[in-house]
């Protein structure tokens, strides 16, 4: 396989898995209990199951440094990220330490345009941690952390998946990224199934 061929093989597989009504809840099975831990168990999760395909020196799937809330994604949620390989060094995933990622956004905003083109990476790049993850295992962390990835500079390709949980009634940060749109519930309880079926009588109103 070559790097142009890369992304139509990434494509075929994430159509024809997640095609499947059992992607999403056997996803969610592999941290369940941390995400029941951080979130709640009455979940709502992202529509479909993302993958990701990065091979060794391919300079055009590396993925600069971000957090998921600037992409209007609600702070609430929890990232659920599972490589289906061994991960360590360039072929794992970075992210930005808790304490050192509170002071970025107040050095962001006082920078000019935003600090749109201000080098993130290269202003915090002792302070990144690639974390090491072994296959079987999976990580869950927050979409406010900073992270991504650098050129994979080991002999193999790094295969993921990754996709996003927030509590059933959580705020929503946007009319984009909201329940029914970019979130589905996944384990809502008797009680929630009954009242988003309700319908008051006309004249019941108040």
């Known amino acids: 396989m070559t790097v142009a061929g890369i992304n139509a093989l990434r494509l075929h597989v994430f159509n024809g898995l997640n095609r499947h009504g ?3 809840p056997t996803y969610l099975a592999l941290a369940r209990s941390i995400v029941d831990a951080l979130v709640g168990n009455e979940l709502a999760m992202q529509n479909r199951v993302n993958l990701s395909i990065q091979m060794p020196n391919d300079e055009t799937s590396t993925l600069a440094v971000h957090a998921d809330v600037w992409s209007a ?5 929890v990232v659920e990220w599972t ?10 995933m ?15 905003s006082s920078l000019k345009d935003g600090g749109k083109d201000f080098d993130l990476f290269e202003a915090y790049r002792d302070e990144f941690h690639w974390i090491p ?3 079987g295992q999976t990580l869950v962390f927050s979409p ?5 990835n650098v ?6 390709s790094r295969w993921s998946l990754n996709c996003r949980l927030t509590g059933l009634f959580t705020p929503y940060a946007s009319d984009e990224k909201c329940l029914g749109r970019f979130y589905t519930p996944v384990t809502p309880k008797v009680a ?11 004249g019941f109103d108040g």
């Open 83 to 92: 490589p289906l390989v061994d991960v360590y060094d360039t072929k794992a």
């Open 151 to 156: 050129r994979n500079d080991t002999a193999e």
């Open 73 to 77: 994604e609600t702070p609430y949620e």
């Open 22 to 24: 059992w992607c999403r």
């Open 133 to 135: 993850v072994g296959y």
């Open 144 to 148: 406010i952390l900073l992270h991504g």
């Open 192 to 202: 929630t199934r009954i009242g988003m079926n309700f319908r008051a009588p006309e």
């Open 94 to 108: 970075y992210i930005l330490r808790p304490e050192v990622n509170r002071t970025v956004r107040d050095r962001m």
